[in-house]
């Protein structure tokens, strides 16, 4: 058996099942050398594959976010303090085995520092508008390049683990705690304030290659923004249409940078705009449209995985969702009854929106909160704007 003697008790627990009589699972706990616990492919896993579902063993609603100083950490230590005390005895045991970065001004003997409050805040991810604690989530270890990316499907009160990229049987799964788009040295800053040095593939290279990596991020993040403003433009606006091939150029260059770079957590965003911008071409032809596309189902592909109830949960919290993010729920879809993987339900489009089919005239009046959706021949979004 892999595990260290004083988690065997508890990680059977973790994984329902016995830890020492083979998994059945896909996935195993283990020691990562230098990392402490982390958690194991036990077997090849394809991109999209979902590795496990977990639900919180204590969630908090925390007292209201303060912009430059977050969330009163005291209430929240005794808001989970509440929930945790009315546990069963083993999986409190469970909890407090959890990994504890205790602050330079902390100490592991003072008792005023609550172990709880410092397992939660060690372990904890935000679930929309509320923060949980997820024992098997909390084994995950950090890459700079993860392999695995994770979801929250309010539907089913339950965080999703799914394979980012194929990962194959042995392979050490990883998520991202932080932004990737930040150069080695800014991350490790970051990362420092979660009380570790990361020994991740990308803060391990060589110095050359160290070199190129912050540079390709770099141009990551400049393409990104510049692209993501130049795609809020409306279709058809002049100064558009002259850059669209440049942009159009940008947008697959900045995919293949995110994907050289190893950096899926930015796959649909890139392909996003690659999708954009191939449908804005002058002279937007067969093979054009065609590429366009398979660009926005890749985009499309890649912001589901994980949760494909992703635009049901977003659509039922229409509220509160950010206008900008209908061009992402929309593009490369078709409009139709009922939602599915390729079609968005028409019922659950803003109350204020235009469908726009090619060469339709439209009337010039501005509305600042309408949801404007051009679609192609084939009735597919190709771009949402709004006014
Ligand atoms: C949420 S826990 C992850 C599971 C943990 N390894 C355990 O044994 O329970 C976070 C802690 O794992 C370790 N860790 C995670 N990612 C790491 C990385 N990339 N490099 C070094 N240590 C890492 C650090 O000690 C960090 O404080």
């Given at each position: 058996c892999d595990a260290p003697a004083h988690y065997r008790n508890n990680l059977h627990l973790l994984q329902q099942e016995p830890l020492c009589e083979g998994p059945a699972e896909s996935w195993v706990i283990k020691e990562s050398p230098g990392k402490g616990l982390g958690v194991f492919a036990t077997r090849d896993l394809d991109v999209g594959d979902i590795i496990f579902q977990e639900a919180p063993a204590i969630l908090v609603h925390p007292p209201p976010f303060v912009q430059g100083m977050g969330y009163d950490t005291i209430e929240v230590g005794r808001r989970a303090r509440a929930i945790f005390d009315e546990l069963p005895r083993e999986e409190q045991d469970v909890i407090m085995s959890l990994a504890a970065y205790y602050k330079p001004d902390e100490s592991i003997h003072d008792p005023n520092a609550d172990r709880l409050k410092v397992i939660f805040r060690s372990n904890a991810y935000n679930t929309g508008k509320d923060i949980g604690l997820f024992v098997k989530f909390s084994r995950i270890n950090h890459s700079c390049r993860p392999n695995a990316g994770y979801a929250w499907n309010h539907r089913t009160g339950k965080r999703t683990l799914y394979a980012h990229r194929n990962i194959a049987a042995g392979e050490e799964l990883s998520v991202s705690y932080i932004g990737l788009l930040s150069i080695k040295a800014g991350r490790q800053s970051r990362l420092n304030t979660y009380g570790f040095t990361c020994s991740c593939e990308a803060c391990t290279l060589a110095d050359a290659e160290r070199k190129a990596s912050d540079r390709r991020r770099r141009n990551i993040k400049e393409a990104l923004s510049d692209l993501e403003r130049a795609a809020s433009e409306p279709t058809g606006d002049k100064k558009r249409s002259k850059r669209a091939p440049r942009l159009a150029k940008e947008a697959m260059k900045l995919s293949q940078h995110v994907e050289e770079e190893g950096l899926p957590d930015y796959y649909a965003r890139a392909y996003h705009l690659a999708a954009v911008f191939t449908f804005d071409l002058?002279?937007?032809?067969e093979i054009g449209g065609r590429r366009a596309r398979g660009w926005a189902k890749m985009a499309n592909f890649h912001r589901t995985l994980g949760n494909p109830d992703a635009d049901l949960d977003e659509a039922e919290r229409k509220g509160t969702v950010p206008i900008g993010n209908w061009m992402h729920k929309l593009l490369g879809k078709k409009l139709g009854d009922r939602h599915n993987a390729f079609i968005f339900a028409q019922n659950d489009l803003p109350k204020h929106h235009r469908i726009i089919h090619p060469g339709q005239p439209i009337t010039e009046d501005y509305w600042e909160d309408r949801v404007n959706i051009d679609v192609d021949d084939e009735e597919l979004v190709h771009n949402v704007w709004f006014g």
């Open positions: 002058p002279g937007f032809s």
